[in-house]
């Protein structure tokens, strides 16, 4: 099982940005996907997490400027919608998946990470 992020890049503040994780190979069911964040200097925090369209959960920095979305089935993509960013937004995003794989091993994946810097 393997996740694959990308969308990350530097935009300036009041932007947005749009971030999507792949998740591949022998994947039986997917529980919680989310995306966490990590500033330099600072430990690495909750963003979003989702278990369906109506079962969503957000860091409250975050709430009402970004919003976490999912594909199931063959895509099996999390997405991060993220809106009127503001430089303390700046940090190394990741995903994260809680993942049932098909030898019947259920653990958290985590995704390489990717860069967003918020800056004018």
């Known amino acids: 099982v393997q996740l694959q992020a990308c969308g990350g890049g530097l935009v300036q503040p009041g932007g947005s940005l749009r971030l999507s994780c792949a998740a591949q190979g022998g994947i039986f069911r997917i529980n919680v996907m989310g995306w966490y964040r990590q500033a330099p200097g600072k430990q690495r925090e909750l963003v979003a997490t989702?278990?369906?369209?109506?079962?969503?959960?957000y860091a409250d920095p975050v709430k009402g400027r970004f919003t976490i979305s999912r594909e199931n089935g063959k895509n099996n993509t999390v997405y991060l919608q993220m809106n009127s960013l503001k430089p303390e937004d700046t940090a190394v995003y990741y995903c994260n998946a809680n993942i049932m794989s098909t030898d019947w091993r259920q653990r958290n994946y985590w995704g390489q990470g990717t860069q967003v810097t918020v800056s004018s």
């Open positions: 989702i278990v369906s369209s109506s079962v969503t959960n």
